[in-house]
């Protein structure tokens, strides 16, 4: 069974632009999670999605926004990019319930310049 | 408050050497579900053990242990006889019944020495 993926594996931008990222859960998994790892810190929750709808979110900015589409994969979208949302962008797929564990993809690297 | 907190931020041992990676949460729920992942220089994070609040039976895996107590709110992680490729991030996790997200530590960073 295909884990987590994600893509891109690296993307390079410049402060200002738009970053979309992609994230494509386990088969049968309908909530997916994004979290951002800066350099030398912990994950931070950004977004949560269940069948289509944005469940929660972290304490970002609305320019950290995205979606979920019918097949339950996601994009996260980070318009006006800064020098500080350079970190390891991780998606994560889970089934619904509480107290099922999430499983994580390998990541999208994001370097702002 | 921190609801999960990983003291250690960084542990360095040598090869073979027993290793406790500590983990104290905090919540008021009464129905929860503690988790261990491990995050190696690649960058996924790895699944290894999900417990919940009602069972507190520790658990060993190979060189693996946990160990659950809720009168402490901790969720210690013990490596036997650790090895190269032990070294990694570790982080615990927290999830509350109530609400769908799951809270983090902020990780300890395990080097084994050769």
């Known amino acids: 069974e295909a884990g987590v993926t994600q893509s891109p594996t690296h993307l390079i931008k410049t402060r200002g632009q738009q970053a979309t990222l992609r994230c494509s859960p386990i088969?049968?998994?309908?909530?997916v999670y994004w979290y951002q790892q800066a350099l030398g810190l912990g994950l931070q929750f950004l977004l949560w999605?269940?069948?289509?709808?944005?469940?929660n979110r972290g304490n970002f900015p609305p320019r950290f926004s995205g979606r979920q589409f019918p097949n339950y994969s996601s994009e996260l979208n980070v318009n006006a990019l800064e020098l500080e949302d350079s970190a390891l962008y991780l998606c994560?797929?889970?089934?619904?319930?509480?107290?099922?564990?999430?499983?994580f993809g390998p990541g999208t690297r994001l370097l702002v310049l | 408050a921190q609801k999960v907190t990983q003291a250690q931020t960084e542990i360095s041992v040598v090869e073979k050497e027993d290793v406790t990676l500590d983990c104290v949460y905090e919540?008021?729920?009464?129905?929860?579900?503690l988790f261990w992942y491990k995050q190696p220089p690649s960058g996924e994070l790895v699944f290894l053990i999900r417990?919940?609040?009602?069972?507190?039976q520790n658990e060993i895996s190979g060189r693996y242990s946990w160990n659950f107590q809720k009168s402490t709110s901790s969720f210690n992680f013990t490596i036997t006889a650790s090895q190269v490729v032990d070294s990694a991030v570790y982080f615990c996790?927290?999830?509350?019944?109530?609400?769908?997200?799951?809270?983090f530590g902020t990780g300890t960073s395990l080097t084994v020495i050769p």
């Open positions: 994560a797929s889970s089934l619904v319930e509480s107290e099922e564990t999430q499983y």
């Open positions: 088969s049968g998994h309908t909530s």
């Open positions: 999605y269940d069948e289509g709808e944005e469940r």
């Open positions: 919540t008021r729920d009464t129905t929860y579900y």
């Open positions: 417990r919940n609040s009602f069972d507190e």
């Open positions: 996790a927290l999830r509350e019944n109530t609400g769908n997200q799951f809270y």
